[in-house]
């Protein structure tokens, strides 16, 4: 029992084709051991391919490896033999109720280690021998063990189906052919099934080849993952610390300014304490003069009295003193009205900006998704719609903006707005204040005469009369000319006609990521006008230009 017990694995020292002992050991460069005639008989069936591979761990080879004797394997093996592990391993070659039993066998059966489909028997190593041996058996097919050799006889005609019809996509018996399979084209189901095999392993190549491929892909998107938590950890920190650099600055200059109004606090306590000192010298020296001018008053002596009244009537009369006019009290409330302003000027900011950075944060987007189908009703638009509201920064100055920023008319009269960088000075043309990114659609209403209808970069210049200043006339916009009786589409100084029903509305639908701006005629139904496929390099605002007088544009509500 204990030398049982020492004796390792039959299975260690087994051919994993032959599933026998090894015969004649080689072994492969990625370490796994064959029967030399076993490895051989799979390669000469992969010689189509040029390519052979281990029946274990597929690792490919090419060229075909040159195989020496494994000796001190086949030693091994041999020592083993004689040490009993054949007959230590008897009891598991007998065959049990979910094996292939040898048909030759009487009483306990052995296991069967091929069959064959000449003979349509299943044989244990021992009967097997024959058909290495003889030559005309050697000749048969082996396959591994089968409980189903049955199904290669004809139903029909009892004989082996050795023939494939390819009219029928079925096996069949050399007598098929001349019965209902007549006529059909056939060949060997040996040549067949060879044909086939080539196939599929062009398909097991292929598939070899996208697991490959996604095996990489898992990998970039491994690494994708990290470099979005990387990115995502430092925009954090970065942004912490702009953010904190802000409270920080806010902080500085509210020091700045508590630093000055104490000083001024100073200054003005000083002025005043050296004003009251001043006057209540004077209260002090106006008191002395009373109290002399009383005394003299109170003299009995009427003779002493007139004579020195006139130098002492001069005492009574008023110094020169400076008088004190106090203004009503505002003291440091024009310094809080100050800040007041500054910090509605910082929400405004805040909340203006915020939408940007919102939207930044939004548009990180490292997967190339599949193209989203586009709208086709009003309905499925409106899905998308935004609120566009015009930004008084950029109008030109003859344009009056009205109805929350939404709606604009070409006055002809200077509506006084302040200089700013953002202004348009030369054209008639105005920019919405938000900046348009994803899948975006807004409608447009126009009454009087010609306008455009445009989208462009942010970026456009602004100053002067130049084309680099006017919508569709750059490489920086795009627009849609909409006259009473006509349409043309304009970009980069090119214009293009453009065909389709007249309409007071015009709508606008932009996928950003897509590269996609379309324009509608907006009336009972949407018609097409005029279609660009681009790539937008960077985000993009609405705008018109009236062209005009009295001619408005009215970004319009819908939902």
């Known amino acids: 029992m204990a030398q049982q017990r020492n004796q390792p694995d039959s299975k260690k020292f087994s051919c994993s084709i032959c599933l026998d002992l090894l015969k004649d050991p080689v072994t492969t460069s990625c370490g796994h051991s064959y029967c030399m005639d076993c490895i051989k008989t799979h390669w000469d069936g992969e010689d189509g391919q040029r390519i052979y591979s281990c029946p274990q761990c597929r690792k490919t080879f090419t060229p075909r490896p040159v195989l020496e004797k494994h000796v001190l394997l086949a030693e091994l093996v041999e020592d083993l033999k004689k040490t009993g592990l054949q007959a230590a391993t008897d ?17 306990r059966k052995m296991k069967a280690v091929k069959s064959c489909l000449v003979c349509l028997a299943s044989y244990c190593e021992n009967h097997l021998q024959p058909h290495h041996d003889s030559p005309p058996l050697k000749k048969h097919q082996l396959v591994e063990p089968s409980k189903n050799l049955q199904s290669n006889i004809c139903s029909h005609h009892d004989e082996v189906m050795k023939i494939f019809c390819l009219t029928d996509q079925q096996v069949i018996c050399y007598l098929c052919t001349m019965d209902e399979h007549k006529g059909h084209e056939t060949a060997p189901a040996a040549a067949e099934r060879k044909k086939k095999q080539k196939e599929l392993e062009v398909s097991r190549l292929n598939i070899q080849q996208r697991i490959q491929d996604r095996q990489k892909d898992v990998e970039l998107l491994q690494q994708e993952l990290e470099a979005i938590k990387v990115s995502a950890d430092k925009t954090v920190e970065d942004s912490e610390k702009i953010f904190i650099q802000m409270i920080h600055l806010i902080q500085k200059r509210g020091r700045d300014v508590e630093q000055q109004i104490r000083f001024q606090q100073e200054t003005e306590e000083s002025r005043v304490k050296e004003l009251q000192e001043k006057l209540e010298q004077e209260i002090r020296d106006l008191k002395r003069k009373d109290a002399e001018l009383k005394q003299f008053s109170d003299t009995p002596d009427h003779n002493h009295f007139l004579h020195n009244y006139p130098s002492v009537s001069a005492l009574s009369e008023s110094t020169h003193s400076f008088s004190i006019n106090i203004r009503p009290l505002r003291h440091f409330e024009d310094v809080t009205a100050a800040v007041k302003e500054l910090r509605d000027q910082l929400q405004d900011i805040l909340r203006d900006t915020w939408t940007n950075i919102s939207l930044a944060i939004t548009e990180v987007d490292v997967l190339l998704s599949e193209p989203q189908a586009k709208p086709k009703t009003r309905d499925e638009f409106l899905k998308y719609s935004r609120e566009i509201t015009l930004d008084p920064n950029t109008a030109f100055r003859y344009l009056l903006l009205s109805v929350g920023n939404r709606k604009v008319t070409s006055t002809g009269e200077d509506q006084l707005y302040p200089d700013h960088p953002d202004r348009f000075t030369g054209w008639c043309q105005v920019l919405s204040k938000e900046s348009l990114t994803g899948r975006c659609y807004w409608e447009v ?22 084309d680099e200043c006017v919508f569709g006339r750059n490489d920086k916009s795009w627009a849609l000319r909409c006259d009473t009786n006509s349409y043309s589409f304009y970009y980069n100084n090119t214009t293009t006609s453009v065909s389709g029903p007249q309409s007071s509305r015009i709508g606008v639908y932009l996928d950003h990521r897509a590269g996609i701006l379309y324009f509608y005629s907006v009336s009972e139904i949407m018609t097409l006008l005029h279609r660009v496929q681009t790539t937008f390099t960077e985000r993009i605002h609405a705008g018109v230009w009236v062209l005009d007088l009295g001619t408005t544009a009215e970004f319009l509500e819908v939902k």
């Open 445 to 466: 209403e126009w009454r009087g005469g010609g306008v455009y209808v445009a989208v462009t970069y942010k970026n456009i210049c602004r100053k002067g009369k130049s």
């Open 91 to 107: 009891d598991h070659c007998y065959a049990g109720p979910e094996d292939v039993a040898c048909d030759v066998c009487t009483g």
